[in-house]
């Protein structure tokens, strides 16, 4: 949390972040929407409902901190999942904007922050940890029965954590981080010494492992990533090696299945304070976006070439989400909204907030 500075200025209290307002949730980059977990001044968590241009918002209070979410298709309902290693996943109804369901991993389990819904909106996945023998799992749960747990598929590996659904639909991606954890040690790592990261690709139906890619370094935790239409996998590392030390902090996983880990020069690299947080696709162009929080940075690359199109220096950059027109929305965890635009030398301010935005935006 150090990190974290709250701008006290532009839009006014969290209390006017409570007035009632209409509610759209098209799909996609047309949504009017952001979601994002929060902080207030005061320390509160909340789930967020921000308008695009910032000036209107909503805050569901919740009681544990929250990280990534999802939508479900064909419904008008997200997911916010508490964040590692939290317990509750929780189901906003987007026309009463109240919690529809809150649901917990259950006893022996813990989420990692990340969920999926299949195509037809009726399946979720989520990243989970099963704590008898830190075992790295991706559970299921059918939202057509209240999210009622269906079954678990077990990953072979401590650590899941984003996940994203393939473009066939049947395969999920998974960046496996590695890494131990348990409630009652909070967020400490308990076994940095013999992490086992890597990149997977998983049959949804059956539970096979379909594919597991190694970062070049054990201790490189794959933690976000975002997969382009054609397929395309770009995933973010966190180094939890020698603050000394240098290596890769972003992967590629093409289309037709060949992986690597991007080449860009060692000051960029350096930047990144050794993390990195999300991961967007724009839809209408073919960059990525990836924010570097501890680095202040955001980087934009040519997704086909994995080459670095710009470094961009952005206060505490977190969440990150295209906006339809070529462009990324990101947020700042000191309050702010930007917008990012190729070609343009510095994110344009959208809005000041007196809110801690978590690292993801839905």
């Known amino acids: 949390m150090q990190r974290r500075q709250v701008l006290k200025v532009g839009l006014g209290s969290v209390a006017m972040a409570l007035t009632p307002l209409s509610w759209a949730l098209p799909a996609r980059e047309e949504a009017a929407w952001l979601f994002s977990a929060v902080d207030d001044p005061s320390g509160g968590h909340y789930i967020a409902g921000v308008a695009l241009d910032g000036q209107t918002r909503f805050m569901i209070e919740v009681p544990e901190r929250c990280h990534g979410g999802c939508l479900r298709p064909d419904s008008r309902q997200a997911v916010l999942f508490a964040r590692r290693p939290g317990t509750r996943m929780h189901v906003i109804d987007g026309d009463s904007r109240q919690l529809a369901h809150t649901i917990a991993a259950g006893e022996g389990y813990h989420f990692y922050g990340h969920g999926v819904f299949d195509l037809s909106g009726r399946y979720l996945y989520v990243t989970a940890n099963r704590l008898e023998d830190s075992a790295g799992l991706v559970r299921v749960y059918d939202a057509a029965n209240d999210y009622a747990h269906v079954r678990d598929m077990p990953l072979d590996g401590i650590g899941p954590h984003e996940l994203r659904l393939m473009p066939d639909g049947d395969t999920l991606v998974i960046g496996l ?117 501890r680095g202040n940075r955001v980087l934009l690359l040519d997704a086909a070439q994995g080459k670095l199109v710009a470094s961009l220096a952005l206060p505490d950059a977190a969440g990150a989400r295209c906006d339809g027109n070529g462009g990324f929305l990101v947020s700042s965890g000191q309050g702010g909204l930007y917008r990012v635009t190729p070609g343009s030398a510095t994110p344009q301010l959208v809005a000041s907030l007196e809110l801690r935005w978590d690292n993801h935006l839905t």
């Open 177 to 293: 981080g590695g890494i131990k954890t348990h409630p009652d040690y909070g967020r400490v790592k308990l076994n940095l010494d013999t992490m086992a990261p890597a990149l997977m690709l998983l049959d949804r139906h059956s539970g096979e492992i379909l594919a597991r890619h190694e970062p070049s370094h054990h201790q490189l935790s794959c933690r976000h990533l975002d997969v382009a239409a054609d397929g395309t996998v770009i995933a973010g590392y966190q180094f939890e090696g020698p603050e000394w030390e240098t290596h890769p902090l972003i992967c590629r996983l093409a289309a037709d299945g060949h992986f690597s880990e991007l080449a860009l020069p060692d000051e960029v690299t350096a930047s990144l304070k050794h993390y990195t947080a999300s991961v967007a696709f724009s839809r209408v162009s073919g960059n990525v976006l990836v924010t570097a929080p």
